[in-house]
């Protein structure tokens, strides 16, 4: 793991080795979208991981999916969120806030205004998702029109700048996972016969317009994008011209000098390798399903230049420090993943506590 320990430079940051908090939805913040009186603290617990990249944060009213997330367009918002990119500088690490619109994964009961979700095209994701009445069925969206389509570019970038102005080091664009961007990549989620859907080129456009705005608005070098080709999440289908898009849409971010792209693996080696030899810049790799023993696997290789922990980091708050010693890990408690107070939040014991409890 020798590579994994040395220093990378990725956009302005200086990072201390080739680690990184994976984004995590934890259901936290308050009614308003403002994060939760401990998500500073949680965020902090977290800081030698180098760089944080934050729960998805919703950039409008359109664009939250579920109960509790945060939101970064609002002036309550900005001032929450500046406690937590605060408490993590303080603690010397860097943080990235992730712009997360859900576009259809939504439902009304779940958003303030209580309106129909928003999609490229009006088909519903076939599946169900928790409301504070439980799990509900998630309705037919409705289909942006041109017009609306600006304004949402339009608020991906007043969310940038309001991470900014909250003190973040940089945004991660949320193009996976079945979220709005990725709805407009799926074949069987966009169905438009406009300039936003058809054609490879086509499907591509609104994730590459909405990367060009935010690095209009706060630079390149603070701008992340995440995609996850070949996951099947929120109904999202690829086709079989998904592996030609994903390589057109890398060819076409990677003329915005991007901070980095991040990947959310699935096992397509070869588009992997092939994402690899388009991106110049530095490239996330999140490969599902490894080992601790392989974590550092694809940077050995050379396939990536950073490996981002996920549930591994959200139960160990010195997840770097035990990796280094080789100490054993906390277990997550899958039942406090989503909502709740500290438990299973900022509780989890760091290994000093732990030799603390035992002397």
Known sequence: MEKLWSKTKIGNMELPHRLAMAPMTRSRAQEDGTPGELAALYYAQRASLGLLITEGAQPSDDGQGYLMTPGIYTEKHIAGWKKVTDAVHEAGGYIYIQ???????????????HRQPVAPSAIAPGVETFTATGMQDIPVPRELSKEEIQTTIADYRKAAAAAIAAGADGVEIHGANG???????????????????????????????????????????????RISPGTPLGGIQDGEQGPDLYRYLTKELAKLNLAYLHIMHLGNDELLQNIRSLWTNPLLVNRAGRTLENISVDIDSDLADLAPVGVWSLANPDFVERLKAGTPLNEADPATFYGGGSKGYTDYPTMKELESQKG
């Open 99 to 113: 712009l997360m619109h859900a576009g259809r994964v939504s439902h009304p009961d779940n958003t303030p205004h």
């Open 179 to 225: 979220y709005l961007i990725n709805q407009f990549i799926g074949e069987n989620s966009n169905m438009r016969t406009d300039e936003y859907g058809g054609s490879i080129e086509n499907r591509a456009r609104f994730a590459i317009e909405v990367a060009k705005a935010i690095v209009d608005e706060i630079g390149a070098e603070k701008t992340g994008f």
